[in-house]
């Protein structure tokens, strides 16, 4: 028995057709290697989309106009990441003299942490490199290039205040002007 | 005390402090034969602890210094000053042999020990005592534990481990991508091209200061002012809402500092030409787009010519590039600096539509 598989073997050597040449099995091998590395790497981008997300929905209502007084609203920092501001006049937005009410993301635009809103100060201070935002959501201290970002605000159908966050205006691109980012109410 | 309290907050003023600690460094670089003394080390020694004595009767001040994550710093300053200091003895040492024409103490065979066992018992040794001396650390002090993580609140004021503050310092005056890619990556690649720049052959193997002063005072000072002492500045100066405070300062979370940053464009634009900011972002960049520019093209020629001549001459047109783009890198953040301290300058390019501010 194991003579003839040694003379079989020995037969496969000696016929070149047969054998695998050293070029061929390094191809092989590297491409199963190649392969199995990318299958692998299929299975990491599986964790980018996981089955079920423990994040608040990005649109939310926030209740009725009429409950935000003037000045800035904290209750839904925790909860979504958002600032609700009411204001006499913005006119950053191109409404001079006309009061309503803009939700402002609590992202400090210089590296992403959580600025504090100091009230005393009327003022969002960042703590990690100290990055200063007036109410309006404008930079004007420390390095932010630029101001705090604004989500979109309308009016749900019952009434309530919507606060969109998927969509997004920033000021310097001009989209602050915008018709949704600011609320009339 | 009082006045010991008012003249170190003084001095605290972080333009002051880093204007300080320039002086100190030049002094260091100037007069290292004498204070690389024995006897002047142990003294500095001594006045820094006492300093740490004395500012310990202040409740702030106290604080501080026995944080947990502080301890390291007050123990890097004094690790400093040693192994600095005994660095620049052996230097001071040699270059007054070399001056006397003798070799230096290295190229004798005064003083040479063997691997085994001598350096490896020592090792063995100094494992234990520092084994020791982590255990019951930690067993003495806290960890200082924060509140428990959270996504939307950042501890107040949030600071980076403490090797990390000389970078977070530099974020404080430029754009992430430069201060937190740019700038660390030119670190480590100027790190690394030293020995394609430095081909000086002088000092190797022997300590000397006087053979190797520019490369070894470039490298102190990138090292000793921008590093250590952005480190101590961020473990000590800075408080919450990441503003200054004086050592003897009581850390007020709403401590009001008026600070009203403006755009080099802004500047020219608005206050001293008095129009409003041109629409086309490249013209109302422009003011910073030309000195940047000017700063990288003409400042290496201008050295070329006169105060770096030497260097130009012996190292060839690709080496000088590089060696001065390193230094003007390096340069660019105490001009940054200064410039958010004195004229409350916030970038000198601002396009933000692109997401470029330098």
């Not at chain 1, 504090?116 to 109410?135: Q, V």
């Not at chain 1, 959501?137 to 420390?142: L, T």
């Not at chain 2, 102190?220 to 952005?230: I, M, P, R, T, Y």
Request: hydrophobic content about 50%.
């Amino acid at each position: 028995m194991a003579t003839t598989e040694a003379s079989q073997r020995a037969a496969d050597d000696r016929n070149p057709d047969r054998r695998l040449s050293r070029r061929g099995f390094l191809l092989a091998g590297w491409g199963l290697f190649i392969l199995a590395a990318h299958v692998g790497l299929l299975g990491m981008v599986r964790f980018l989309f996981p089955n079920v997300l423990f994040e608040p929905p990005m649109s939310f209502k926030a209740g009725l106009p009429g409950d935000f007084a003037m000045g800035v609203d904290e209750r839904f920092k925790d909860s979504h990441s958002t600032w609700i501001v009411r204001s006499a006049s913005d006119p950053l937005s191109g409404r001079s003299g006309i009061e309503g009410i803009f939700a402002l993301s609590t992202t400090c635009t210089h590296l992403g942490c959580i600025p504090n809103y100091l009230a005393a100060d009327r003022k969002f201070k960042c703590p990690c490199h100290g990055s200063g935002f007036r109410e309006s959501g404008m930079n004007f201290e420390g390095p932010a290039p630029r101001p705090l970002e604004r989500w979109r605000v309308a009016i749900a159908e019952d009434g309530q205040v919507l606060v969109d966050k998927n969509q997004k205006y920033q000021w310097e691109k001009g989209q602050w002007i915008a018709p949704e980012a600011f609320l009339t109410a | 005390m009082e006045l010991f309290k008012s003249i170190v907050n003084w001095c605290s003023q972080p333009a002051i402090y880093i204007s300080l600690c320039t002086v100190g460094f030049v002094l260091l670089i100037s007069r290292y034969r004498v204070l690389s003394r024995p006897s002047v080390l142990w003294g500095l020694a001594v006045g820094i602890a006492l300093f740490f004595i004395v500012g310990a009767q202040d409740e702030d001040f106290l604080k501080i210094i026995t944080k947990g994550d502080n301890m390291p710093i007050v123990i890097m300053i004094f690790a400093i000053l040693a192994t600095l200091g005994m660095a620049l003895r052996q230097a001071a040492v040699n270059d007054m042999r070399l001056e006397r024409g003798l070799p230096p103490t290295e190229a004798e065979d005064r003083g040479k020990v063997l691997v085994w066992p001598d350096l490896v018992y020592s090792e063995f040794i100094c494992t234990i005592l520092l084994s020791a001396l982590f255990i019951a650390w930690s067993v003495a002090v806290e960890a200082p534990m924060e509140e428990p993580a959270s996504g939307t609140r950042a501890p107040n004021p949030a600071k980076a481990p403490w090797y990390f503050l000389g970078l977070q310092e530099m974020l404080v005056y430029f754009d992430p991508w430069l201060a937190g890619v740019v700038f660390p990556g030119l670190i480590v690649v100027g790190l690394m091209v030293i020995p394609y720049i430095d081909t000086n052959p002088k000092g190797n193997g022997y300590y000397t200061l006087k053979e190797r002063k520019f490369a070894i005072s470039m490298f102190l000072f990138g090292f000793l002012v921008l590093w250590v002492a952005l480190v101590i500045l961020g473990t000590f100066l800075r408080g919450p809402n990441w503003n200054f405070f004086a050592p003897f300062d009581y850390w007020d979370p709403h401590k009001i500092e008026p600070l009203v940053n403006i755009n080099l464009s802004e500047l020219v634009w608005v206050k001293w030409i008095g129009t409003k900011l041109p629409d086309n972002i490249l013209i109302r960049e422009a003011p910073g787009i030309v000195i940047i520019l000017a700063y990288f093209a003409i400042t290496p020629a201008l050295l070329a010519m006169k105060g770096m001549k030497r260097f130009y001459e012996e190292m060839g047109f690709a080496r000088y590039s590089i060696l001065v783009m390193l230094l003007l890198c390096m340069a660019a953040l105490p001009i940054k600096m200064l410039l958010r301290w004195f004229i409350n300058l916030k970038y000198l390019v601002a396009i933000p539509e692109w997401f470029f501010n330098i």
